[in-house]
């Protein structure tokens, strides 16, 4: 990749820069790499707005979970603005009834003060069911949570029930693609990657072992090295090449 490329990560719902610090050191050597805040606006719309509006001309662009909502958000914006892009343990499927009435019950908890009781109701799917002991991570998916807040988390939540369906723009993204997820991915199916991967062509598919719904601090080298991979790919003409 040109080295002057810049790279976005957004990162997903009450989740912050912090659950891509194992793995931005080693995208350094392909350019400067920035993090989203996508806390601000309450519509996927508003968000992908003003994420385009503080991003450079063109990047790559890297979307975990939530970010990943947001990242198909631009590409519909601004496709020709997006170098290259990674859809990390994301869907492309909007909510169904049944998700967003339990989205509706987490941000009840969050209005009466209980972000962090939200959170922890969440945790046992956001990991491999080996790490649901794993202090530290834990830990993070808290502070994490602290950083967003709770007006923050609120306005994730209601543009994520309101997200369209992108399942029919994936044939329309021609940038170099990478899908990454877990084996054990309990929030998000990795059904949902491989159906993504299955419409986008070219794209590459990565299912991590032994690793859940954060692979950054799950499974941090084998990210690192899907990521390395994908910043590597070769681009013709603004195309991938076969």
Request: charged share 20%.
């Amino acid at each position: 990749m040109d080295q002057t490329t810049p790279i976005l990560l957004v990162p997903g719902l009450a989740s912050s820069a912090r659950i891509y610090a194992p793995v931005i050191p080693s995208l350094w050597q392909f350019g400067p790499v920035m993090v989203a805040n996508h806390i601000r606006d309450d519509s996927m719309a508003a968000i992908a707005r003003r994420v385009l509006s503080e991003a450079p001309p063109r990047f790559a662009l890297a979307g975990h979970s939530m970010g990943g909502y947001i990242a198909l958000e631009i590409m519909r914006q601004a496709p020709e603005r997006v170098a290259r892009l990674a859809l990390i343990n994301t869907q492309a499927r909007p909510d169904t009834e049944e998700t967003t009435a339990r989205r509706r019950g987490l941000m009840e908890l969050a209005r009466r003060g209980e972000l962090r009781a939200a959170r922890e109701e969440m945790f046992p799917e956001l990991v491999h069911p080996s790490r649901r002991n794993d202090a530290g991570i834990r830990q993070l998916v808290h502070e994490q949570g602290d950083d967003v807040g709770v007006e923050g988390y609120l306005r994730q939540q209601t543009a994520i029930i309101a997200r369209m369906d992108s399942r029919p723009t994936l044939a329309t993204i021609k940038c170099p693609t990478l899908v990454l997820t877990g084996d054990q991915d309990n929030t998000i199916p990795n059904a949902f990657s491989k159906e993504m991967a299955e419409g986008i062509a070219g794209a590459r598919l990565v299912v991590l072992e032994n690793c859940g719904h954060l692979p950054q601090p799950e499974q941090p080298a084998a990210t690192v090295r899907a990521l390395v991979e994908w910043l590597g790919t070769p681009v013709v003409s603004g195309l991938r090449t076969a």
